[in-house]
Structures are given as structure tokens and as C-alpha cells.
Nanobody, 125 residues
Framework: VQLQASGGGLVQAGGSLSLSCAAS????????MGWFRQTPGKEREFVAA????????TYADSVKGRFTISRDNAKSTVYLQMDSLKPEDTAVYSC???????????????????WGQGTQVTVSS
């Protein structure tokens, strides 16, 4: 299983970025997907998740109303649209695939088995 995240970069506060994560090696449409982020010296933090069907989504309180997770099962890709970015959103963002098919949009890292390499998002003030 491979998860390839892309779309990170440098943006000013208040700006937007769109992340993508292309999956291969698994039946993508059957798995919930999540986005997590991490900064040096801190634990990995849940950002957003979407269930296998794309109907149910879950967000961390810190990003609710600003970030939107979506998926295109035909393209085996999950997206994270990030608007109204803040300096505290600066982190390495990684996508992850659930450990079992058919589950909901969980927010705990142990629920995910497959992880991508991450993409850096830097928000300047």
C-alpha cells in the first residue's frame, strides 16, 4: 500500500492550500481515510477523517469550519481543502488509511494502518 501526499507549501495567514493523497495497493473505496499533522517535538494530531462512502466526516475542533475533507473513489484520492489558514496550522500533514475496510471516520491514529510520507505546510504571519 502506498499513500502519496502532495500540495503542501508556504502560504500567508488567511490563505488557502489544497492537499491531495493518492492511494494505491488497496481497495480505496472500502477504507476510511484520515489526515493528521505533526510538528517537531509534538505528538501527531488528528485533523480530519472521512468514511469509506464519503458521507460521514469528522474534524478536529481546531480546524472545524476552515478545513474540508473529501474523496474521489474513482481516482483513489482523498483531499484536504484548507482555508483561512493560521500560523498554528504549520506542520507536516500526512494521510492515512484505516486498518480495516468499511469503518467510520475515526479520529484516533491507532485506527489507521497505512501512512503516507507527509507534506509540509507552512503558514506565515
Amino acid at each position: 500500500v502506498q499513500l502519496q501526499a502532495s500540495g503542501g507549501g508556504l502560504v500567508q495567514a488567511g490563505g488557502s492550500l489544497s492537499l491531495s493523497c493518492a492511494a494505491s495497493g488497496l481497495l480505496f473505496s472500502g477504507y476510511a481515510m484520515g489526515w493528521f499533522r505533526q510538528t517537531p517535538g509534538k505528538e501527531r494530531e488528528f485533523v480530519a477523517a472521512i468514511d469509506w462512502s464519503g458521507i460521514t466526516t469528522t474534524y478536529a475542533d481546531s480546524v472545524k469550519g476552515r478545513f474540508t475533507i473529501s474523496r474521489d473513489n474513482a481516482k483513489s484520492t482523498v483531499y484536504l481543502q484548507m482555508d483561512s489558514l493560521k500560523p498554528e496550522d504549520t506542520a507536516v500533514y500526512s494521510c492515512a488509511a484505516d486498518r480495516r475496510p468499511g469503518r467510520g471516520a475515526g479520529g484516533l491514529s491507532y485506527e489507521y494502518k497505512y501512512w503516507g510520507q507527509g507534506t509540509q505546510v507552512t503558514v506565515s504571519s
